[in-house]
């Protein structure tokens, strides 16, 4: 039985302590240990990344990160995007412009959105596609997604 | 859910060459995780220990001296493809950087990973050979530096040792009148080459083809370099058609590709024979347009 290690990661600006098994995953850590559900598993392949959170300001595939990497980093999750029970201009982007259907790829296409406009504040609709090129949605073919973030990119107030 | 691994995060290297010496034949580098992580995933690897070289201080970074630029292994995807001296001096790296994976992959996948995983479908190999590229692997007796053309030894093997750690890769900097080129055909994001073609040149003062690199991905056990291809365009001018035709013809009769989902080996000689004459092209394009 290897030797479980202890972590302390920032989750949503809260610190959370535990002691997990090497092997264990960023997104069971979160889902599991910390009930964030908000973040999905959609395939357990690293392809799909409906799990995306930022660590460090990056977008990344929680399912791709050993939860003992993510030891003294801060993540961010779908959860931590509202702030005072108000929805995120992102989020809201996605209401408004229809940018789901079944919602389960939602998570991490809020998450990558949001990374891409942090970056950049005014994307073209090619630096759009580009900046969630590595989430996989089954329902919408992607254009009311790009409409909800070009909505969020010219209602910036954040 | 990966199979059980001890785990360690040393904070130097000669400590994680240490932990690589005394794991034995268990111990494997993490890095980037983007290849490691999915293949531990499916349970295709069962190291029984990860040393995780992420917090190793000094290991990432791109710069250019002493007539090479170096790049530290760690330094990942994203970095590379947002660095100004990687895309204006250096624009074969730049259009691979750029191709690998997915943006989330880019954020955490480093160069080092993607050259000593040893995959011939990564993209990196192709682009070091092409640049004649030189590997630097740290091990319990020191630094030693290994040739691009000498490193691929098979899939998913290296010519690292057990209880060596890529930790900078070598390029020699840029000369007047280089330029680079990357061309991948791909399916879909993140999906592996059909094929792909790197092809780094430097024209004479004739615009004559100096000397040429070409590295071919996904289309063998490993990356290859044409060499055939490269040795007839040596010397030839760059706007003799029939001269950079026959270029591509070689490159695809050294390519040996496998009949699988992305296609036939026939169709993939094809595809290897029209990247090879367009990534030249626009090579030589930039070769012109540059210094």
Known sequence: ?158 | MPPSFEYVSPRTISEAVGFLSSGGDGAKVIAGGQSLIPLLKLRLASPSLLVDINRIPGLDGIEEGGGLLRMGALTRMAEVEASTLIKEKYPIIHDAAGVIGDPLVRNLGTLGGNVSHGDPNNDMPAVMLALGAEFVATGPSGQRTIRAEQFFTDSFTVALDHSEILTEIRVPRRSPRSGGCYLKLEQKVADFAIAAVAVQVRLGEAWECEDVGIGLTAVGPTAIKARRAEQWMRGRKVSDIQAVRELGRLAAEESSPATDIRGTAAYKKQVVRLLATRAFRKACERARGGL
């Not at chain 1, 030891?71 to 992102?90: P, Y």
């Not at chain 1, 909505?151 to 107030?157: G, T, Y």
């Open chain 1, 1 to 158: 039985m290897p030797s479980k290690i202890p972590i302390a990661v920032t989750v949503n600006g809260n610190r959370r302590q535990a002691v997990v098994e090497p092997r264990l995953l960023l997104v069971h850590f979160l889902r599991e240990d910390l009930g964030l559900t908000g973040t999905h598993v959609g395939c357990d392949t690293s392809n799909c990344s409906a799990c995306a959170v930022l660590m460090d300001e990056r977008v990344v595939k929680s399912c791709t990160v050993l939860a003992v990497q993510a030891d003294g980093k801060n993540i961010l999750t779908v959860e931590g995007l509202a702030e005072g029970g108000r929805l995120h201009a992102v989020q809201q982007a996605f209401l408004a412009k229809h940018g789901l259907q079944c919602g389960f790829c939602t998570p991490g296409m809020l998450m990558s959105a949001y990374a891409l406009l942090r970056e950049n504040r005014h994307p073209t609709n090619d630096e759009i596609r580009k900046g969630i090129s590595g989430n996989i949605c089954r329902c919408t073919g992607y254009a009311k997604i790009v409409e909800s973030v070009e909505r969020a990119a010219r209602n910036r107030n954040w």
